[in-house]
């Protein structure tokens, strides 16, 4: 399937977050943003087709996941990263902020210091202060094309800090486009 990657398309006047709020989200007018999550290009025709013959349908309730969906999240773990898990291990959220905020608020008290590895989706940090936490940064260290934690850093900043939560960052790499930081978040006791 060929695709075309290079198409503008105008996303100015259209409700974008990116585009028509960026003033009110405290960004400069102008500014390009670079998202990961909403990106600017149009989604593929099989997407698309999905969408269409999925909304046919006409009744747009509430829904679940079957146990295939559970399947393939666990499959990707073992492959990606060798690990088994538990399906009782997951729990379905309507998105990664709103996990990440009820993680802190379970796993924290006001005051508590959260630790975040920058370059790292920018709700985290607004995410944290909103929950009455301290956001402390471990900054990721970028060479030779991909990012790795500083490990002694790490361990600086949790003692000094007495942290409670890490919100992390996992990098990837998306072939022939270089890393590309993407979203996990996980619980630690200090």
Same mark, same amino acid.
């Given at each position: 399937?060929?695709?075309?990657?290079?198409?503008?398309?105008?996303?100015?006047?259209?409700?974008?977050?990116?585009?028509?709020?960026?003033?009110?989200?405290?960004?400069?007018?102008?500014?390009?943003?670079?998202?990961?999550?909403?990106?600017?290009?149009?989604?593929?025709?099989?997407?698309?087709?999905?969408?269409?013959?999925?909304?046919?349908?006409?009744?747009?309730?509430?829904?679940?996941?079957?146990?295939?969906?559970?399947?393939?999240?666990?499959?990707?773990?073992? /492959?990606?990263?060798?690990?088994?898990? &538990?399906?009782?291990?997951? %729990?379905?959220?309507?998105? #990664?902020? +709103?996990?990440?905020? *009820?993680?802190?608020?379970?796993?924290?008290?006001?005051?508590?210091?959260?630790?975040?590895?920058?370059?790292?989706?920018?709700?985290?940090?607004?995410?944290?202060?909103?929950?009455?936490?301290?956001?402390?940064?471990?900054?990721?260290?970028?060479?030779?094309? /991909?990012?790795?934690?500083?490990?002694? &850093?790490?361990?600086?900043? %949790?003692?000094?800090?007495? #942290?409670? +939560?890490?919100?992390? *960052?996992?990098?990837?790499?998306?072939?022939?486009?270089?890393?590309?930081?993407?979203?996990?978040?996980?619980?630690?006791?200090?």
């Amino acid at each position: 399937m060929h695709f075309d990657w290079d198409e503008i398309i105008e996303r100015a006047d259209t409700d974008s977050l990116k585009f028509d709020f960026a003033a009110q989200r405290g960004k400069p007018e102008g500014l390009l943003p670079l998202w990961v999550a909403d990106m600017d290009f149009r989604s593929p025709p099989a997407v698309i087709d999905a969408l269409t013959e999925r909304s046919r349908h006409g009744i747009f309730g509430y829904t679940d996941t079957r146990e295939d969906y559970t399947d393939i999240l666990r499959a990707w773990f073992s /492959r990606c990263h060798g690990w088994d898990i &538990d399906p009782a291990w997951l %729990i379905k959220t309507p998105g #990664v902020v +709103f996990a990440l905020c *009820a993680a802190i608020r379970a796993y924290t008290q006001p005051g508590d210091a959260v630790i975040i590895q920058q370059p790292v989706y920018y709700p985290f940090e607004g995410s944290i202060r909103e929950n009455g936490c301290r956001p402390v940064v471990n900054e990721l260290v970028y060479a030779d094309g /991909r990012y790795s934690i500083d490990f002694d &850093d790490f361990e600086a900043r %949790i003692m000094e800090n007495s #942290v409670a +939560f890490h919100s992390a *960052a996992r990098t990837t790499r998306w072939a022939g486009y270089g890393p590309r930081p993407s979203l996990c978040a996980w619980a630690i006791s200090a």
